[in-house]
Nanobody, 121 residues
Framework: QVQLVESGGGLVQPGGSLRLSCAAS????????MGWYRQAPGNERELVAR???????NYADFVKGRFTISRDNAKSTVYLQMNDPKPEDTALYYC???????????????WGQGTLVTVSS
């Protein structure tokens, strides 16, 4: 079973910085696209940023110029560097991955359990 485990969430002051990490673990799989989504109380889950296996990125307008997504394919890990966070960035952040499981010859979309980011002074 392939799993995603996020880390790095917590309390950060407005204008500070925080880095989220998400590592995939399991057997016999390949990762295509990886991404970060977030969900604030009372809101729907929304895309923050995503990155393909060759490094192409896509960002939501509300984080452009502030957040940076990157990945280390050798470690099956994706990162989200959050610079200049704002109180409205407070949310549960979820890691997402599109994988191919070689054993079962199937594509799947998997999610992490979420990590809470609180932006407050």
């Amino acid at each position: 079973q392939v799993q995603l485990v996020e880390s790095g969430g917590g309390l950060v002051q407005p204008g500070g910085s925080l880095r989220l990490s998400c590592a995939a673990s399991g057997r016999a799989f390949s990762i295509n696209e990886m991404g970060w989504y977030r969900q604030a109380p009372g809101n729907e889950r929304e895309l923050v940023a995503r990155i393909t296996s060759d490094g192409s990125t896509n960002y939501a307008d509300f984080v452009k110029g502030r957040f940076t997504i990157s990945r280390d394919n050798a470690k099956s890990t994706v990162y989200l560097q959050m610079n200049d966070p704002k109180p409205e960035d407070t949310a549960l952040y979820y890691c997402n991955a599109h994988i191919f499981e070689h054993r079962f010859q199937r594509y799947r979309e998997i999610w992490g359990q979420g990590t809470l980011v609180t932006v407050s002074s």
